[in-house]
C-alpha cells in the first residue's frame, strides 16, 4: 500500500468515524437560550470527539494496511474482479479495426 493510497484510506475512514462519533454524550440544556437550535447539545465536547475520532481511525487504518500487506484483502484484485464483472472480458487490445 503506497502512502498516498495510506493518506486518502486515513482520509476517508475519518470523515465516516466522525460521523459515527458525534452523537456520543450529546444532551440537550435543561432550559435551551433564546435563538438556540432545538437539538444543539449543552456540551458538545468535540474536542473529546476529534481526539477519539483520530485515535480510531488510527487503529482502523492500521487493521486495514496489515490486512492489505499480508494480502488477506487484495484491493487490486477486487477491482479486477469488479471491472470483469460490469465490462466483461476486456482481455483483447483493441488494434484499430
Do not use: H
Request: hydrophobic share 50%.
Amino acid at each position: 500500500m503506497s502512502l498516498l493510497t495510506l493518506v486518502f484510506t486515513y482520509l476517508i475512514v475519518w470523515w465516516v468515524v466522525i460521523f459515527a462519533v458525534l452523537p456520543w454524550g450529546n444532551r440537550q440544556p435543561e432550559t435551551p437560550e433564546e435563538g438556540m437550535a432545538f437539538g444543539a447539545p449543552a456540551n458538545p465536547n468535540i474536542k473529546k470527539k476529534l481526539i477519539a475520532t483520530t485515535l480510531i481511525t488510527f487503529v482502523v487504518v492500521g487493521i486495514i494496511y496489515i490486512f492489505a500487506e499480508i494480502n488477506i484483502i487484495d484491493f487490486r484484485e477486487i477491482a479486477r474482479e469488479m471491472d470483469a464483472r460490469i465490462y466483461g472480458d476486456r482481455s483483447t487490445i483493441y488494434d484499430g479495426n
